[in-house]
């Protein structure tokens, strides 16, 4: 259980262009994802808390205009990259806990790949 | 959420015990200890967690020290496969679990 997927689990895009990664949990329902960033030889940095149904909250120095969330049901979140720029190329990581609280033990997709030309 | 501090590497013998440090000396009371690994190029893996006691589970031992200052995460019979970064993390479990990720040991286990 607590199976936590990813799609796609990379893509290669033009400057310029958005580039939506979705984040599904498959055998249980989240109120609360996390989206994370991480570059090569790097650690995991959180990038914003996904809420269902309400907006999300982003970390400090993350730019909520260019990293656009959705939490639009209890099984799915979706982070658009806008006018992405090669600077934008990095691992994202989605995580999610189970239950309505979020006060479970998180468990994280296998990460999606953005290369930006 | 906890600063942790972890040695940025460890090298152990395959079959060998793994044993993987951790300070965390400003947790607060309500915060427990998270152990998550990543293989290369995947999303990171959960392997245990705990606040006060030590635990246990199929993948590790979690021994916490009495003043909760550090712990130490112990693999039994590290295998090839346990290569990874190990990640010790302290988190508020009842506060939607935000995490936030240190440097890790790279944890090298060879033949």
């Known amino acids: 259980g607590a199976v936590v997927s990813q799609h796609p689990s990379w893509v290669i895009c033009k400057s310029g262009t958005s580039v939506k990664i979705e984040c599904r949990s498959l055998?249980?329902?989240?109120?609360?994802m996390f989206w994370y960033r991480q570059f090569p030889k790097q650690s995991l940095m959180l990038m914003a808390t996904?809420?269902?149904?309400?907006?999300?909250?982003?970390e400090q120095g993350v730019e909520k205009d260019k990293f656009l969330i959705n939490h639009a049901s209890l099984t799915l979140s979706t982070l658009t990259v806008t006018s992405a720029h090669p600077e934008d190329s990095s691992f994202y990581i989605c995580?999610?806990?189970?239950?309505?609280?979020?006060?479970?033990?998180?468990?994280f997709g296998p990460g999606t790949r953005l290369t930006v030309l | 959420d906890a600063k942790t501090t972890q040695p940025p590497s460890m090298d152990c013998a395959e079959g060998r015990a793994a044993n993987l440090p951790c300070n965390h000396s400003?947790?607060?009371?309500?915060?427990?200890v998270y152990w998550y690994r990543q293989i290369h190029s995947q999303g990171p893996q959960y392997i245990i967690h705990?606040?006060?006691n030590n635990e246990t589970n199929e993948m590790a031992s979690l021994i916490i020290t009495e003043d909760r200052k550090s712990s130490t995460l112990i693999l039994p019979h590290a295998t090839l496969r346990d290569t990874a970064v190990y990640y010790c993390?302290?988190?508020?479990?009842?506060?939607?679990?935000?995490?936030?990720f240190g440097q890790g040991t790279e944890l090298s286990v060879k033949p």
């Open positions: 995580s999610a806990a189970p239950g309505t609280s979020g006060s479970d033990t998180q468990y």
């Open positions: 055998d249980f329902q989240a109120t609360t």
């Open positions: 996904s809420n269902e149904g309400s907006k999300a909250t982003y």
């Open positions: 400003t947790i607060s009371g309500n915060e427990y």
């Open positions: 705990g606040l006060k």
């Open positions: 993390i302290g988190g508020l479990y009842n506060q939607g679990g935000k995490l936030i």
